[in-house]
């Protein structure tokens, strides 16, 4: 199959900003009184939609968007069912539900074209923040906060001298996090809220962050894109813990389409570290 990344992008950035205003709307109408939350089951009905919650509404919204323009298999975290070809889009419609649904934090919106195994194009919008990232194989990476475009380019680095952990409240237990970290000298951390956004290395927040968390690949797939194409080298920044990066369209298991544990980098030293341990443990 041959892709027009360029026209699909175009596209699907009309789709994430059109969404992101309809997750505004349904929001405003959940939290209208001073943030008190109603009966969700009345929106539902105003809304003329039979979802159980935001979710599955964000879900149908984005669906019906996506399918005027691509008749390109959708994976998403609400609808996923078995592929029979290796293109298709995977979609998170409400990454930080609890945060979109409580007011505790941010929450976005993801999508992604994945082309045999990898991505080839990444939105993630945070609504409230006013802010898009987007990634293409075809346009490189740029982020558009409050209508102005920034171009996104990250040089990796060699050394390992005070990167800086960015350690996500996603994560159970932070402090094994910190002591994997260790191992590579690393003894600065931050932390971060809301839903785990492997951007934030671009925007100077830090240089690694682990998921140790259970995720799935329409968690992860946009933010690929995003770094891997504000990589002058197009690698993804996104690895297992043997080192490999991830491939998508994961079905040959209990729970299909969900990623191991990951770590995001730019730091080579650090991958090369990772494998050459692995390595030494089949020794």
Excluded at 123 to 147: C, D, H, M
Aim: proline share 5%.
């Amino acid at each position: 199959m041959k892709l027009d990344i360029k026209t699909l992008l175009y596209k699907s950035f009309e789709t994430i900003v059109a969404s992101g205003k309809y997750a505004q709307e349904i929001r405003h109408d959940i939290y209208k009184n001073g943030f008190l939350p109603f009966d969700l089951n009345e929106l539902i009905t105003t809304k003329e939609n039979l979802a159980e919650s935001e979710d599955l509404l964000m879900s149908d919204f984005l669906h019906k968007n996506i399918q005027t323009f691509s008749d390109i298999p959708i994976i998403s975290e609400e609808a996923h069912t078995r592929l029979y070809d290796d293109t298709f889009w995977c979609v998170d419609p409400l990454d930080g539900s609890f945060c979109f649904s409580h007011n505790t934090g941010p929450y976005s919106i993801l999508i992604s074209l994945i082309h045999r195994g990898k991505p080839v194009l990444g939105l993630a919008n945070f609504p409230e923040q006013n802010t898009i990232f987007v990634g293409s194989s075809a346009t490189g990476s740029y982020v558009i906060k409050k209508n102005k475009r920034k171009k996104l380019v990250h040089h990796a680095s060699s050394h390992t001298n005070d990167l800086i952990g960015i350690i996500t409240n996603a994560s159970p237990e932070p402090e094994p996090i910190k002591q994997y970290l260790n191992q590579f000298g690393i003894t600065k951390f931050t932390d971060m809220t809301g839903a785990p956004n492997p951007a934030a290395l671009l925007c100077g927040s830090g240089d690694i962050m682990p998921l140790f968390h259970r995720q799935y690949e329409w968690d992860i797939a946009a933010y690929d894109a995003i770094l891997r194409y504000a990589n002058y080298n197009q690698k993804s920044a996104i690895v297992d813990l043997h080192g490999n990066p991830l491939c998508y369209g994961k079905q040959d298991s209990n729970r299909p389409f969900e990623n191991p544990k990951l770590i995001v980098t730019y730091n080579q030293k650090i991958i090369n570290q990772i494998r050459e341990n692995n390595r030494q443990k089949k020794l």
